[in-house]
């Protein structure tokens, strides 16, 4: 026998049970498909690791997956809710939050791990203060991670499926799933917790829905930075008051060093406070970070701009 024909044919006895693998991991996505999905069981409400799922929506950038048990206890008028809902979303998606935020911050992984370009959200049942997260795993092959969904994928809290607040939570998962892209797998360096949460949570700037203050993500965590004026920026406890400093640091930052400090630092090797330096010496500022962070907590005390421009926050909605 040929021994070249020999190994093609071992080679391809040996590719079979890798092609089935992966075409059964990956799910067909298929309206009503159901799915079991892994998920962080410590943002789970009943601390679950896997919980069933099924497609209810698909649109040109995003599959919708809702916790089964969930959905299918739903009468047919807030399923088509919930539809409806979900139709506004995609158009959201489709015509600001996706091209805005990638014309900011660069790309997600496309067609990605799974090979397909769509976006997965998949709302299940979480603790009351998690509104939605990402996770890296799902980046990965399941011969890499086995706990892995293999797509492109972001969780949403079941109790925010109908509220309006539902886009924020997207854009700021979504900007967890540019930065793995931009940082993990381009630059193979995993970001900083406390930057990593501050870009994403400034997404809601960035899209115009803190425009209108009163009710607004960054009026909230003005408010939380005020009950708790004393937290770290870079000690992240995921606490609603480390949000809240990302946050109010950011604003500061980005009013007076504009928003390629946050998107050029994401392209880096560096991470943290060294990525922020560097650009801010690329872009010909004297300033280092530690003199931003103190003139930052002199405006957080007296916010003026008549004793100097940089003892105050210039946004409109913080004065």
């Known amino acids: 026998m040929d021994c070249r024909k020999k190994y093609k044919k071992l080679i391809f006895i040996a590719v079979i049970p890798l092609f089935f693998l992966f075409a059964n991991s990956a799910g067909a996505n298929s309206q009503s498909d159901v799915l079991n999905f892994n998920i962080n069981e410590d943002f789970d409400a009943a601390q679950r690791s896997q919980v069933p799922s099924v497609l209810v929506k698909t649109s040109s950038n995003l599959y919708f997956y809702v916790e089964k048990s969930w959905w299918d206890l739903q009468v047919p008028a807030a399923k088509n809710e919930i539809l409806a809902n979900f139709d506004a ?188 330096n560097d650009i801010l010496d690329k872009n010909g500022y004297q300033e280092d970070f530690a003199q931003i962070f103190t003139n930052w907590t002199i405006a957080m005390v007296i916010n003026e701009c008549s004793l100097d421009i940089k003892y105050c926050y210039l946004n409109q909605n913080l004065k």
Do not use: C
């Open 89 to 276: 979303l995609s158009n959201e998606f489709d015509k600001n939050i996706y091209p805005i935020l990638t014309s900011v911050f660069g790309s997600e992984w496309k067609p990605g791990v799974d090979g397909d370009s769509k976006i997965t959200i998949f709302f299940h049942a979480m603790k009351n203060s998690t509104a939605g997260y990402f996770r890296s795993t799902d980046e990965y092959l399941k011969l890499q991670v086995p706990d892995s969904n293999e797509r492109e994928m972001l969780y949403i809290a079941l109790a925010h499926i109908n509220e309006p607040q539902l886009k924020i939570f997207v854009a700021h998962e979504f900007v967890h799933l540019i930065t793995f892209n931009q940082k993990d797998r381009i630059n193979n360096v995993q970001e900083e917790v406390w930057l990593n949460e501050a870009r994403a949570d400034y997404a809601s700037t960035i899209l115009g829905y803190d425009s209108a203050y009163e009710g607004s993500n960054l009026q909230k965590r003005a408010k939380d930075f005020l009950n708790s004026p004393s937290d770290s920026l870079t000690e992240w406890q995921d606490s609603k008051y480390d949000y809240a400093a990302a946050s109010m640091f950011m604003h500061y930052l980005v009013d007076h060093y504009g928003i390629n400090i946050l998107s050029d630092s994401l392209k880096l090797k560096l991470v943290g406070i060294a990525s922020i």
